[in-house]
């Protein structure tokens, strides 16, 4: 094997020794891209989610072709919607994204749901937006919580 040379960083630089170092050790220079899971300048959760609430009323700049797909492929094929996200984990190192238009269609749902609730049970306006307010915080927040608490 070659000999590495520290003062060449554009090249790879191979280590040649004996005990636990591979021959096939090497050291990238500045040349090569840093890799996806070494980032220097993470943004804060904070920043991140000062950056999704600004977006959550920027209606023009969200994606909400994406977010119907993901929205009927969740019922559909569910198996597609991971897949998705997987890709997405795998290209841009992150899960989620930061596009708030499929939690704007949850919360359109969730109202239009609460309201005909609220008309078909002959609710009064409180008594429908108290239902709405049981939804939102039990059934998808509380339950959320609970589900990721116990498959974490």
């Known amino acids: 094997m070659l000999s590495g040379n520290s003062s060449n960083l554009n ?6 020794g004996s005990g ?3 021959p096939l050790n090497f050291t990238y220079g500045p040349s090569l891209p840093t890799p996806t899971t070494h980032r220097t300048g993470c943004m804060s959760a904070a920043a991140k989610r ?6 959550l009323f920027k209606c023009g700049q969200m994606d909400f ?5 993901q929205a009927i492929y969740l019922f559909v094929s569910p198996q597609k919607v991971y897949r998705n996200f997987h890709y997405r984990k795998q290209t841009k190192s992150q899960f989620a994204r930061d596009d708030p238009a499929f939690l704007v269609l949850l919360s359109i749902f969730l109202v239009v ?3 005909g609730f609220g008309l078909v049970l002959k609710l009064s306006f409180i008594q429908t937006f108290f239902l709405f307010l ?6 998808v927040i509380v ?4 589900i990721a608490t116990l498959v974490w």
Request: hydrophobic share 45%; glycine share 0%; proline share 3%.
């Open 11 to 16: 090249s790879p630089t191979f280590y040649t």
């Open 20 to 22: 636990s170092q591979s």
């Open 50 to 55: 000062y950056k999704y609430l600004r977006r």
């Open 65 to 69: 072709e994406f977010a119907v797909w």
């Open 113 to 115: 749901s609460s309201a």
């Open 134 to 139: 049981y939804i939102v915080v039990v059934d």
């Open 143 to 146: 339950i959320a919580i609970v």
